[in-house]
């Protein structure tokens, strides 16, 4: 289904936002383009993410997987001070304290298997910190201005050939409902990328409010939605993370 997805991503980006190879080939681009530490980081991380997403769920279930990868917001804020030189107040830095706080709450899992327990905190703390990556990574498409469609549509182009190249390895059976998830997720996946580049675009001098924005609404749907779709047990720890990567989020966002 993510391979499936990032075709669709692919298609839609080409058709959509029409790359500009600048009177290259796609090969010689792929070569000469300044953006290459960018598309290949990106579409290295893109596929590894879904993976390690996959099993984060498996052994931490999806609230505490969805509030990992969203409270990786700190990492971010952390590099808009070193690479995007803005200034960190006293109220940020306390939401990167709290947001350590949150982190470890959130991470907390009753288990009868230490095994698992192992599992579901180095999955989930993959999840934090590729997802951290990726985000920052995506800011710094957003500054490229009107360049990034063709940045973007060779990051999917990565994705997609490393995606289907690990599962023929793992010699996956094909089927059409994958195809039809594909096509949904990749839709979703685009869009999401999309407006998430535009708004950065739009508040390029204040990202921290498009970073917090999405964080604090997919954290609480995310704990809705594990809640009462996947009947997920959220123990007092676990609430009180959420609680405190909420207002963390707040913070980081003054």
Request: proline share 2%.
């Amino acid at each position: 289904m993510i391979a499936f997805g990032y075709i669709t991503a692919l298609s839609l980006s080409y058709f959509l936002l029409a790359p500009d190879f600048k009177g290259l080939s796609f090969t010689e681009y792929f070569i000469q383009s300044e953006a290459k530490p960018i598309f290949l980081t990106l579409g290295l991380l893109l596929p590894i993410g879904f993976i390690v997403m996959s099993k984060a769920v498996e052994y931490g279930g999806i609230v505490r997987t969805d509030a990992a990868q969203r409270l990786a917001l700190f990492l971010q804020i952390i590099a808009a001070v070193i690479l995007f030189g803005e200034t960190l107040n006293n109220m940020r830095v306390g939401g990167v304290i709290v947001a350590f706080f949150a982190l470890f709450c959130l991470l907390t899992k009753p288990t009868k298997s230490i095994e698992n327990a192992l599992k579901a905190v180095f999955a989930l703390a993959a999840v934090w910190l590729i997802w951290g990556v990726t985000g920052i990574l995506f800011k710094k498409i957003a500054l490229m201005g009107g360049a990034f469609p063709t940045t973007l549509f060779v990051t999917f182009s990565i994705a997609a050939v490393l995606m289907f190249t690990y599962l023929l390895i793992k010699r996956t059976f094909w089927n059409a409902s994958s195809l039809v998830g594909g096509i949904i997720l990749g839709c979703l996946n685009f869009g999401n990328i999309l407006f998430y580049i535009y708004a950065h675009q739009y508040f390029k001098e204040n990202p921290t409010i498009v970073f917090a924005t999405m964080d604090i609404g997919v954290i609480c749907l995310g704990m809705i939605v594990g809640a009462l779709v996947f009947k997920e047990k959220i123990s007092k720890i676990n609430m009180l993370g959420i609680v405190l990567g909420i207002t963390a989020i707040l913070l980081l966002r003054v």
